[in-house]
């Protein structure tokens, strides 16, 4: 209720059986029962100056619940995916009181989840995107539409994720195994094929920088292959390793054919079909990218 000492209106309330008294700060009623309200509506979400005991903790746990049922208008498939995603943080985050959670809390979260992801082997049981930065960049933008759910209902100020940047999704760099490299090379259906996989593992080139090679470029005396015209526009030197000089004395054995391929140009389009039917094969798991 609201009365008046003097020409200004108080309002007298009992929260949690305790009365308290405030000043409305005005002489007017109309405004004095607006702020009466308003008082009322900030004791609820716990926002009033009242002695901490009686302050509601909102939990994070308990918060979020709240919000993925706010989430019902979106798309069953993008509602369970959130809830997939957030299993990740919710044991680490679940009992902590929201208005306690900082930005180096959420960065620290973050360092340790990258640092796992890179330490984290290959595994064929799990989908690439679920062990991956781009995966973990998705944890931190749930839990930054959460904050901002806070933010609408009034339970926070800030939103502690504002400001982090989010993790280069080519930093983690996908290799093969060396499973994945004998059966990438025993799957070719031919030895022109099979060879230039083979180059392509053995020296780290672009499809495009081994399909230029001259063979003027090749010095097997002195056990290096000069790339020249790379995209970075500097020429790189590629020492020859025992395998890779097995190879390459094994094509020049054939240097009539292989001299006209390699002088023609195979086309890279074909060297690309060649890759994906090798990369179907079963429980190979990799893309024509990776090479």
């Known amino acids: 209720m609201i009365y008046k000492r003097g020409k200004i ?3 007298e309330f009992i929260f949690d059986g305790k009365r308290h008294r405030y000043s409305c700060k005005t002489a007017d009623k109309k405004v004095a029962e607006e702020v009466e309200n308003a008082i009322r509506g900030e004791v609820v979400r716990g926002n009033f100056n009242l002695p901490q005991k009686y302050k509601p903790k909102p939990v994070f746990e308990e918060i979020f619940v709240n919000y993925i049922q706010s989430l019902s208008n979106n798309v069953k498939r993008t509602i369970e995916n959130k809830v997939s995603i957030s299993n990740h943080f919710l044991p680490v985050l679940k009992k902590k009181n929201i208005t306690d959670i900082t930005q180096s809390e959420i960065k620290e979260y973050q360092l340790k989840r990258k640092l796992e992801v ?102 097997l005396q002195n056990g290096v292959i000069a790339i020249k015209g790379t995209k970075t526009k500097y020429d790189r030197y590629i020492p020859i390793s025992k395998p890779l000089k097995e190879l390459l004395s094994g094509i020049e054995k054939h240097r ?27 429980d190979l798991k990799i893309c024509i990218f990776t090479i």
């Open 118 to 219: 890179i330490a984290m082997p290959r595994n064929r049981n799990k989908r690439e995107s679920e062990i991956s930065f781009a995966y973990l960049n998705k944890e931190i933008l749930i839990l930054s539409n959460f904050f901002n759910f806070c933010i609408e209902k009034g339970l926070i100020e800030k939103n502690p994720c504002a400001g982090i940047k989010k993790l280069n999704t080519l930093s983690r760099l996908k290799t093969l195994s060396d499973e994945d490299i004998y059966k990438l090379i025993a799957g070719a259906t031919n030895k022109l094929t099979k060879d230039l996989v083979s180059f392509l593992i053995y020296t780290g080139c672009r499809k495009g920088e081994a399909l230029n090679l001259k063979w003027d470029d090749v010095d």
């Open 9 to 11: 209106y108080w309002c």
């Open 256 to 282: 009539d054919v292989y001299m006209t391929l390699i002088k023609t140009g195979l086309k890279s389009a074909i060297l690309s079909v060649l890759f994906i039917r090798l990369v179907k094969m079963p």
